[in-house]
C-alpha cells in the first residue's frame, strides 16, 4: 500500500509563514503529479498548487506569488512554502500524488489525512 503523511501545519499570525510536508511510503516504483489541495469552511475542495515529476509547476491565482511548491524525488516528499499568510488561507491542507506501484500497471490517486492551517488577522 501507500501512505501519505502531511506535517508541517499550525497557527500563525497573518503576514506569517509555514511550511508544510507530505511523504509517501510504501511500494511506490515512481510518483507523477503531486498536488496541494485546500478546504476551507463551508467551501469546496481546491486546488492551491500542482507539480509534476520533472518540476513544472502551477498555482492557484490566490496564491500565487506567496506559495511555492517543491519536491524531493529522492525521499517522495512533496512541499508547500506558504509565505505572506492571510486569514483566508484558513483550511485544511490535503496533498495528493499520482502514484505507479511496484508490480501494477497504471498509477493510482492517493491523498493524505490532511493538515490544518489556520491564520489569525
Known amino acids: 500500500q501507500v501512505q501519505l503523511v502531511e506535517s508541517g501545519g499550525g497557527l500563525v499570525q497573518a503576514g506569517g509563514s509555514l511550511r508544510l510536508s507530505c511523504a509517501a511510503s510504501?511500494?511506490?516504483?515512481?510518483?507523477?503529479?503531486m498536488r496541494w489541495y485546500s478546504r476551507a469552511p463551508g467551501k469546496q475542495l481546491e486546488l492551491v498548487a500542482a507539480?509534476?515529476?520533472?518540476?513544472?509547476?502551477n498555482y492557484a491565482d490566490s496564491v500565487k506569488g506567496r506559495f511555492t511548491i517543491s519536491r524531493d524525488n529522492a525521499v517522495n516528499t512533496v512541499y508547500l512554502q506558504m509565505n505572506s499568510l492571510k486569514p483566508e488561507d484558513t483550511a485544511v491542507y490535503y496533498c495528493?500524488?499520482?502514484?505507479?506501484?511496484?508490480?501494477?500497471?497504471?498509477?493510482?490517486?492517493?491523498w493524505g489525512q490532511g493538515t490544518q492551517v489556520t491564520v489569525s488577522s
Open positions: 507539480i509534476t515529476s520533472s518540476g513544472s509547476t
Open positions: 495528493n500524488a499520482d502514484v505507479l506501484r511496484v508490480g501494477v500497471i497504471g498509477s493510482s490517486g492517493y
Open positions: 510504501g511500494s511506490i516504483s515512481s510518483i507523477n503529479a
